[in-house]
């Protein structure tokens, strides 16, 4: 016996709102968390904290792939290389804004994303958005110069990262699109190629640039049981 239409869409509306949900509450979570541990706690070593973060989201996919939820995929090296590049600087480069700025100029920034990849998909893929959309988009664009120009705590060496950050992502964000289309992955399947890679040039190079960019060294921090905890979850997106 079939179920009913208006069953299945009711079924798929309450399964995309407890997704949204999961998403909202899981983001907002992981950003306090890590805001914490760099300003609370002093773990000012965001390129670190993003490798440990891959790390664990490579034993995660691991895991995955041995309950057989990930298939095997394809993905050339030029291609995983490329990614994993604009990958780091992004996430990187949002940590840093995280821990240059406060929370409030962090998720204003984080909103540029939405124009610049925009902007990309009308330069790269020719695509062309409804006048709805545009002025959508102007009105994000609005909000975040008024709360740019409001916001005290901004400084200029944190609205550097909050830029590279933003360009990063949407490039990184883009670059996601073409490559599931073209080698027909998805997102776990992807996630289970570049995670591992991730983790293996953040925890080389994370170190080095921490040092640069903090004058501190990861390995002479005092870790106490709290931030080794902290550092044990999955990183910001």
């Known amino acids: 016996m079939g179920v009913a239409p208006g069953s299945k869409a009711k079924r798929k509306a309450a399964l995309d709102a407890g997704a949204w949900m999961f998403n909202v509450v899981t983001s907002v979570g ?20 993003t490798g440990l973060h891959f790390l664990t989201t490579t034993l995660m996919t691991s895991v995955m792939k041995w309950l057989g939820y990930i298939q095997p995929s394809y993905l050339p090296l030029p291609e995983l290389v490329k990614f994993v590049f604009f990958a780091n600087l992004s996430i990187v480069g949002m940590n840093v804004s995280l821990m240059w700025n406060s929370v409030g100029f962090y998720q204003i920034a984080k909103l540029c ?20 959309t545009k002025l959508s988009i102007m009105l994000v664009l609005v909000g975040v110069a008024v709360c740019t ?13 909050a830029i590279i950050a933003v360009w990063s992502t949407a490039l990184q964000q883009h670059y996601v ?35 640069w960019l903090t004058d501190k060294r990861v ?9 080794t905890a902290f550092n044990d979850h999955r990183g910001i997106r």
């Open 30 to 49: 992981i950003i306090m968390v890590n805001k914490a541990l760099m300003a609370t706690h002093g773990f000012s070593f965001a390129t670190t904290l």
């Open 113 to 132: 994303i939405i124009p610049v990849l925009c902007f990309l998909e009308i330069l790269f893929d020719k695509v062309r958005y409804s006048r709805d």
């Open 149 to 161: 120009v409001t916001d005290v705590s901004m400084n200029s060496q944190g609205l550097i990262a």
């Open 177 to 211: 699109h073409h490559l599931q289309r073209k080698y027909s992955l998805g997102s776990f399947n992807l996630l289970g190629h570049t995670a591992p890679a991730q983790a293996v040039s953040l925890l080389i190079f994370g170190p080095f640039v921490d040092l």
């Open 219 to 227: 390995d002479t921090f005092d870790y106490t049981m709290v931030v």
